[in-house]
């Protein structure tokens, strides 16, 4: 039976208050509106942000709330004026839009889409309301997406239809850390990362994609940093030649370690971690003159990066990047080829799969040290 038109009940995950493990409840997904598509989500990954915003670290972070924002689906039906997605489409959500029509978009020089981006920070749709409710209560939405739904429903501008011969619960992936990391590097302004010196500031899912994207690009030298011990290996494996515990350094900070060994600093480094002081120190090992950090990191509520200026004024250049600079709908679908031609990894990260019903655990499995990413198959209740 159709269920076009109709409001669908499921399960979703819902995260009722900051800080609170994830409830799995049955709620209501009423049909998509003009310009929306709703998504069975068959399968999602869970990103460090998810938990930033479950914690309640983020400033934009409203509740009860359907979390989740590396999700793949296929279209159960769409709303009026919809043209670039149709049901039965193989689609990943994507929580930073590509409208094509605002200025953000149009000036060429951007990735982050102006059109929904409003509502998106109040957890709702466009027009300001909400798609999903739970025992009479509407539910917030999440980035855009709210994937830890089996039904959720997004904004035209943030959907892209891929390869139907993908396998969704891994090209879930490309909804957010493997594009993030893959983004960061690949467009940085040409020559990039060739023939140059890196370090990587943490070797989670992200900082993992930073390296092997910077070995795929060129990179000479490529060093990777992480306090957890356990990620040398990972590191060595995704191409990093040498590892550094700032743990180990004794008094000695870890950019004055880097900047001894480098002869001057490197010539790119990323911060994957979201702490301030290591967005400092990734800043500060840069080489004077040229060397550029990029922050990939997302801080906590009310924490705030400094250095000195003199660091600026003598060459360094601090940058920021979302979703690796990366326009989904024009650029996922080549990426998800560029999975499937086995230019680009994406089953190397995934070290845990969980069943829907365990899906805080995929939360705890995070906090354990030897998770990379956790994909959640969102069929099994
Ligand atoms: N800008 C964007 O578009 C996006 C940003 N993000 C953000 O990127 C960040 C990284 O995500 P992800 O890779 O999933 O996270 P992970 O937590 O998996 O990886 C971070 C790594 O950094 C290590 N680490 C922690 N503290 C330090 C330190 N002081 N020095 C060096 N290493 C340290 C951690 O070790 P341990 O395991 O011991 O904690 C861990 O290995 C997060 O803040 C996430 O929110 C994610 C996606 C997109
Ligand atoms: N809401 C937070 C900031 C969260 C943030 O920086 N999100 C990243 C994506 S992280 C993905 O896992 C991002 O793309 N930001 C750009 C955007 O427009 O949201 C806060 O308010 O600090
Ligand atoms: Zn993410
Ligand atoms: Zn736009």
Redesign the pocket.
Do not use: E, L, R, S
């Given at each position: 039976m159709s269920t076009t038109g109709q409001v669908i009940t499921c399960k979703a995950a819902v995260c009722w208050a900051a800080g609170e493990e994830l409830k799995i409840e049955e709620i209501e997904v009423a049909p998509p509106g003009a310009h929306e598509v709703r998504v069975k989500i068959l399968y999602t990954g869970i990103?460090?942000?998810d938990e930033?915003t479950r914690s309640g670290k983020d400033p934009e972070g409203v509740f009860p709330v359907v979390l989740g924002h590396e999700g793949g689906g296929i279209v159960e039906s769409v709303g009026e004026g919809v043209t670039n997605v149709k049901p039965g489409d193989h689609v990943i959500p994507l929580y930073t839009a590509e409208c094509r029509e605002c200025k953000f978009c149009k000036s060429g020089k951007t990735n982050l889409c102006g059109k929904v981006r409003a509502t998106q920070g109040q957890g709702l749709m466009p027009d300001s309301t909400s798609r999903f409710k739970c025992k009479g209560q509407s539910l917030f939405h999440f980035m855009g997406t709210s994937t830890f739904s089996q039904y959720t429903v997004v904004a035209d501008v943030s959907i892209v239809a891929v390869n139907e011969t993908a396998p969704l619960q891994r090209v879930c992936l490309l909804g957010?850390?493997i594009t993030?990391a893959w983004g960061a590097v690949a467009k940085l302004p040409a020559p990039g990362v060739k023939d140059s010196t890196v370090a990587v500031?943490?070797?989670?899912?992200?900082?993992l994609g930073v390296i092997e994207t910077a070995r795929t690009h060129g990179a000479s030298r490529i060093i990777a940093?992480?306090?957890?011990p356990n990620?040398e290996s990972w590191a060595k494996k995704f191409g990093a030649q040498e590892f550094v515990n700032?743990a180990q350094l004794g008094d000695k900070r870890i950019q004055d370690y880097l900047i001894e060994i480098t002869d001057g600093g490197l010539d790119f480094t990323f911060d994957?971690?979201?702490?301030v002081n290591?967005m400092r120190a990734a800043l500060e090992a840069c080489h004077k003159g040229w060397g550029v950090s990029s922050i990939?990191?997302?801080a906590p509520a009310g924490h705030e990066i400094s250095t000195r200026p003199f660091q600026l004024v003598t060459g360094r250049v601090w940058r920021g990047?979302?979703?690796?600079g990366v326009k989904g709908r024009t650029e996922i679908p080549g990426l998800v080829d560029e999975y499937l031609a086995g230019k680009i990894k994406i089953d190397e990260y995934v070290t845990h799969s969980r069943k829907f019903e365990e899906i805080n655990e995929g939360f705890h499995d995070?906090h354990a040290?030897d998770c990379i990413r956790c994909v959640v198959d969102m069929t099994t209740i």
């Open positions: 990103c460090h942000t930033y957010c850390g993030t500031f943490g070797c989670g899912a992200i900082g940093v992480d306090t957890n990620k700032p994957c971690t979201g702490n290591v990939i990191g997302v990047v979302a979703f690796g995070m040290g």
